[in-house]
């Protein structure tokens, strides 16, 4: 069992900037591909960014690109997204996953089978 805590969402201004953490807890937390997603009212939820267990393989939505990086720290058992240059767009309801499937396409947002609860992030214009 893997669980998921986000943290660090909020309110900013576009072109400003916002670091979410997730913290794990449970089940070895260096074991797994971790990734970020988001659900905007009214839309599915989409990927934003994905990372490997070592952290060496990561990959984007082309909507982020050059504005967000995924990071992780396998020693305290986290997964950060910093998020720069921020719109209006990017808000959304942000979640932390993970991925315990062996062989899951993580890195195009498959595969993912433990969640967090969510945090809301909202950009004004």
């Known amino acids: 069992q893997v669980e998921l805590v986000e943290s660090g969402g909020g309110l900013e201004q576009a072109g400003g900037s916002l670091r979410l953490s997730c913290a794990a807890s449970?089940?070895?937390?260096?074991?797994?591909?971790k990734g970020w997603f988001r659900q905007a009212p009214g839309k599915e939820r989409e990927f934003v960014a994905g990372?490997?267990?070592?952290?060496?393989?990561?990959a984007y939505a082309d909507s982020v690109k050059g504005r967000f990086t995924i990071s992780r720290d396998n020693a305290k058992n986290t997964v950060d997204l910093q998020m720069n240059s921020l719109k209006p767009e990017d808000t959304a309801v942000y979640y932390c996953?993970?991925?315990?499937?062996?062989?899951?396409?993580?890195?195009?947002?498959?595969?993912?089978?433990?969640w967090g609860q969510g945090i809301q992030v909202t950009v004004s214009s």
């Open positions: 996953a993970a991925s315990t499937i062996s062989g899951s396409n993580y890195l195009r947002g498959d595969g993912y089978d433990y």
């Open positions: 449970g089940r070895t937390f260096s074991n797994y591909a």
């Open positions: 990372i490997s267990r070592s952290g060496v393989y990561i």
